[in-house]
């Protein structure tokens, strides 16, 4: 019984086998098997959801929880079954009442589309410029394709929309972005600003919001000389400084360099020269972003350097304008606000997530978007608050806003946008009305079932009805949770002599009352009471349980009888016994019939050494009545030995064996390499040695320690001769290299001559001399004299060839270390095995299996010396071989998994085959920002078309 005391099945149990003595079945027999006198369960008394399937009248666990749970869970209760009968509620849909915003839907890697919509939307001087674009004569069928149609259609909705979220997914099919790749949020921004200048033919509003300019000064070191080169920005890119100050990062900025080979104009020769920046001109909307990502030339990737970086909510750029001299009206041009924040949450600059704080100077209120997610909150970047909470989010673009700026109010979206907006919430509103109708309707039905099947549920286990009927216990489940109620079908308790089954498990007994309102409201087929009850089955019930009571006992009674049993008696197979001990009466079938399997030896006879169990007549002719195999039971009385025979035979062999390990034993003695060998080289100054292969000393170490094996063949050098007659391995490279991983062993001259008389094919002979051995500092230096000469072609040639087959290998094992995250840790291995065709994805995911390390945290280094990046690569591809190691080391791996995780699917390629880079991009208009060039080491884009190097990495271009 599943939720009954181990004490009461132990009363339950003596109680039945009182019952199986009793000669004639009466009311005990069937009280006890149709469980009347088992306990009716209260719902206080036993675990939640627990149920006593054999007990008919346990009524808890059958889904009945929510008749006793609080309002709120009831409610809870009742909203999930009309969620699924009416969908979901589009009540919930609404957004709430005191967050005044809309956010959008991530579509699966789309957050940094997200942030940038929502600073963009922020601005009223952007949306009022967006909202002029004349987009009235779009045709329907182009609109999809129109991203600027898109952009005021999805600005609209955010603006006047109902909806706690949008789906941005037109939007972002206008230009083309797949919807599974992370991309770069500044970029992003950038393209995006871009895009829309390039449309803006009837005014300039981007540049007027957004285009600043600055000037690159060049100055000759030698003849003074300078030139100055004109360039326009929307966003002003600024180095992380250690001082964690934005004013610093604006001097690192600004600062002066010196490059070296620059050709002057002047003096038309390479020179060294200065360059700096001069701010020009600043826009109403100052973008600036930190320089996070940064190209690490020691791991030849990209890292995101966290840390923080105090930047003032109200920005005064004076300090860097003294170049230029500013009257009252140019000073006050030159003071910003902050208004909004994009940040990038992660460790990873391949990988993580954006978000957008913006800040409502109306209430002065921060807000925080996080794609669908929007809340007030506290400004996060004091030192003090983000040095306390250490989070990771690590602002990215700051945009301010020039105070000078007049606020114009919001602004409004255009006439024949705002209808389709208000014709979508008219259609809301009505969708609202109808589904508050139908849950309303469908939440009184449910009211009234709850309280119909309360009251029942409290009937079904009444003590003191006069009458009890029984009904499926299937049928009660049903009853109590669904809302499709068939009719009782109780013809499935029927039992064989038309009477009510023994299988309590299946059915409940309940009160006449609770039966009349069941029956009388959803009908029956067959009506069972307790009149019902099979004496049939009661009777054949209680015959099959004495019977196996009785084979039970006489079970134990073999066990005890033979346990220890040395008098006279029979051999039956032991390992059959300690089986048949284990297998219950009802499963003796499975056992093979024959229990002295395995005892006759070939003449008929006992094997001496059988695996034998002696065991009393009385127990022999027990198994020989249970079990009768069709070819009958060999005999093995105790009084009988094993056979003569094979007795002389046993005696011959363990001769012959005791020669063969007495002959072995002097031969190991004799040769010392047994013990003394190595895979690795250890040479003596003055001192010969030969060479053997190291295959064939395995074969031979195989052979003396196991006389089952009759020869070992002659040791073969030729391998090691080359087609020229020179010796083809490199013993003074692999001794200097300390190489510990040879197919051949240096051995003495006086173990080659035992060798070579013990078995007479050897050879050819290899001989190494050391002439001179020295050391210089740390480093050895050695001069060997071979025997044959050494040959270094083919040397080379056969080192280059076991490299390359060793890397096609197939279920070969090979060791995987990780290293301790701390000085004092311990180094954990483990060994795997591999093909050359594993992926180092499918490995990653092996070590986690093994070791327990994210895939994402795992850098894998093989030797320490080769770093497997790219996850789709094979071993092959990295020439990763069975004889070297594996090192995990736990940190950030900004190789993107194939797992799917939210902004982390996919690597960055750019916006290459998005709309933002159509032909409008190639333009050469002197009034359209200058472009990028890409770094061919890093693809980093450089908005200095001047600069002689990289920026990220220093590359020269």
């Known amino acids: 019984l599943t939720s009954m005391s181990s004490y009461k099945k132990q009363l339950r149990n003596r109680k039945l086998k009182t019952l199986i003595l009793e000669d004639t079945i009466n009311d005990n027999h069937f009280t006890f098997l149709y469980g009347y006198d088992l306990p009716r369960c209260a719902r206080s008394s036993v675990r939640k959801n627990t149920h006593c399937d054999e007990n008919p009248s346990c009524f808890v666990g059958l889904g009945e929880d929510y008749l006793f749970d609080n309002d709120d869970h009831l409610l809870e209760y009742f909203n999930k079954i009309l969620r699924v009968e009416l969908g979901d509620d589009p009540r919930d849909l609404v957004k709430d009442a005191d967050i005044p915003y809309v956010g959008l839907k991530n579509l699966g890697s789309t957050c940094y589309v997200n942030s940038v919509i929502q600073s963009l939307f922020s601005l009223d001087d952007f949306k009022r410029g967006l909202y002029e674009f004349d987009t009235q004569g779009v045709l329907p069928e182009d609109t999809e394709n129109d991203i600027i149609y898109q952009l005021q259609f999805l600005f609209s909705k955010l603006q006047n929309g109902k909806l706690r979220y949008l789906d941005p997914s037109q939007f972002a099919d206008s230009l083309n972005l797949p919807y599974t790749v992370q991309q770069d949020s500044q970029e992003f921004y950038n393209l995006l600003i871009t895009y829309i200048q390039e449309q803006n033919n009837n005014h300039n509003f981007i540049e007027e919001l957004f285009i600043g300019e600055l000037n690159y000064i060049t100055t000759c070191t030698d003849c003074q000389n300078q030139t100055k080169s004109c360039s326009k920005y929307n966003i002003l890119t600024l180095p992380i400084q250690e001082s964690g100050r934005l004013s610093t990062c604006l001097r690192g900025f600004l600062k002066n360099e010196f490059v070296e080979g620059y050709v002057c104009d002047e003096c038309n020769e390479a020179r060294r020269v200065s360059r700096h920046i001069e701010l020009q001109r600043l826009p109403d909307i ?58 990038h949450v992660g460790l990873s600059a391949n990988s993580g997530h954006y978000i957008y ?50 606020d114009l109010g919001e602004a409004t979206p255009p006439d024949h946008i705002k209808d389709l907006i208000s014709e979508g919430i008219d259609e809301l509103l009505e969708n609202i009305q109808n589904y508050s109708s139908l849950y309303e309707s469908r939440m009184n039905e449910l009211n009234e079932k709850f309280v119909f099947t309360k009251e029942i549920y409290k009937m079904l286990s009444n003590p003191n009805s006069e009458n009890y009927y029984w009904l499926p216990t299937e049928w009660l489940k049903i009853w109590l949770t669904s809302e499709d109620i068939p009719a009782i079908n109780n013809s499935i308790l029927v039992c064989d002599h038309e009477k009510l089954c023994t299988n309590t498990s299946i059915m409940k007994r309940v009160s006449g009352e609770a039966w009349d309102i069941l029956s009388t409201k959803y009908g029956y087929d067959v009506e069972l009471t307790d009149n019902d009850l099979c004496y049939e089955c009661t009777s054949s019930y209680f015959y099959e349980h004495g019977k196996n009571v009785r084979m039970e006992n006489e079970k134990k009674h073999i066990i005890a009888s033979s346990r220890n049993y040395t008098t006279k008696g029979f051999f039956i197979c032991k390992s059959w016994y300690n089986q048949w001990v284990k297998t219950p009466i009802n499963r003796y079938h499975e056992l093979d019939p024959n229990f002295t399997i395995g005892l006759a030896c070939e003449h008929g006879g006992l094997l001496p050494d059988a695996d034998k169990k002696s065991i009393p007549v009385e127990s022999w002719e027990y198994f020989c009545n249970y079990f009768r195999p069709e070819e009958g039971v060999a005999e093995f009385p105790t009084k009988l030995g094993s056979c003569n025979e094979c007795n002389r035979t046993q005696r011959d062999v363990r001769y012959i064996k ?24 250890e040479l003596r100054n003055r001192a010969t040695f030969k060479i053997i292969p190291y295959s064939w000393f395995e074969d031979w170490k195989f052979y003396i320690d196991n006389y089952q094996v009759d020869t070992v063949e002659d040791p073969d050098n030729s391998e090691f001769i080359c087609e020229h007659g020179g010796l083809n391995i490199d013993i003074r490279k692999d001794y200097i290299e300390n190489n510990h991983k040879l197919d051949y062993c240096v051995i003495k001259s006086n173990d080659w001559s035992k060798i070579e008389s013990k078995y007479t094919g050897a050879g050819p002979e290899i001989s190494v001399y050391v002439s001179s051995m020295k050391y210089a500092g740390n480093q050895k230096l050695v001069e ?41 840790g311990m180094r954990k291995k483990r060994k795997i095995v591999l093909n050359h065709y594993t992926t180092v994805e499918q490995l990653k995911l092996l070590i986690f299996q093994e070791l327990d390390i994210d895939p994402f945290q795992q850098c894998l280094w093989f030797d320490d010396e080769v770093y497997l990046e790219d996850n789709t690569l094979t071993l092959r591809d990295y020439n990763v071989t069975p004889q070297g190691g594996i090192i995990v080391k736990i940190g950030s791996n900004d190789a993107k998994f194939s797992t799917s995780g939210d902004a982390t699917n996919g690597i960055e390629t750019g916006f290459e085959g998005t709309n933002l880079l159509g032909s409008n991009t190639d333009c050469k208009n002197e009034e359209h920002l200058e472009q990028h060039w890409a770094c061919a080491l890093c693809t980093f884009l450089n908005d200095d078309l001047a600069a002689k190097s990289c920026s990220m990495c220093g590359t020269d271009r």
């Open 784 to 824: 060997l004299e071979c025997n044959p000469e050494f040959c270094a072609e083919c040397a080379e040639t056969r080192t280059l060839s076991k490299f390359l087959d060793s890397l096609e290998f197939e279920n070969e094992t090979i060791e995987i270390i990780q290293e301790p995250l701390t000085s004092y």
């Open 658 to 681: 005791n020669q063969i390990e007495s002959e072995r034993r002097r031969e190991k003695n004799s040769l010392r390499i047994y013990y003394n060998i190595k895979r690795k080289i």
């Open 357 to 406: 704080y913006s800040y409502d100077k109306v209430n002065g209120q921060w807000w925080r978007f996080d794609d669908s997610r929007i809340k007030a909150t506290d400004y996060p970047f004091k030192a003090d608050i983000y040095n306390e909470n250490q989070t990771e989010e690590s602002p990215y673009i700051l945009i301010y806003r020039k105070c000078t700026m007049e």
């Open 286 to 343: 100052l973008n600036i972003q930190l320089q996070r990502f940064v190209y690490d030339v020691r791991y030849g990737e990209k890292k995101k350097l966290d840390r923080f970086i105090d930047f003032p909510l109200e920005l005064d750029m004076t300090p860097y304008f003294d170049h230029l001299e500013l009257d009252s009206d140019l000073e006050a041009e030159v003071h910003f606000d902050l208004v909004g924040i994009i940040c």
